[in-house]
């Protein structure tokens, strides 16, 4: 079982940063690949980045590509996203999710463990 659980969500202006962290619960954190999602009222939950166990490869969606960046401690159980140059098109509840094995899936279904979200609001 792994447990997660988001922080760092917000409110901030178009063009402003936030940093979203996932702290995951468990020994084994190194053999889990993690993935960052969100989902906007309305709308389907979709993927925005994924990381493999040991952060060598990594998965951005083309919307948030050059402005998000995904990574890991696995020593300190976490899992980062940075967000910068924000978009009021980048409004969701976040989620980190967790899937065992080593390399990442882009599928939400193939996820094993999900936070509770946290909120990001990106005004104009």
């Known amino acids: 079982q792994v447990q997660l659980v988001e922080s760092g969500g917000g409110l901030v202006q178009a063009g402003g940063s936030l940093r979203l962290s996932c702290a995951a619960s468990g020994r084994t954190f190194y053999s889990y690949t993690m993935g960052w999602f969100r989902q906007a009222p309305g709308k389907e939950r979709e993927i925005v980045a994924a990381i493999s166990w040991n952060g060598g490869r990594t998965y951005y969606a083309d919307s948030v590509k050059g402005r998000f960046t995904i990574s890991r401690d696995n020593a300190k159980n976490t899992v980062i996203l940075q967000m910068n140059s924000l978009k009021p098109e980048d409004t969701a509840v976040y989620y980190c999710?967790?899937?065992?094995?080593?390399?990442?899936?882009?599928?939400?279904?193939?996820?094993?463990?999900w936070g509770q979200g946290t909120q990001v609001t990106v005004s104009s």
């Open positions: 999710a967790a899937r065992g094995g080593y390399y990442y899936t882009l599928v939400r279904e193939e996820y094993d463990y």
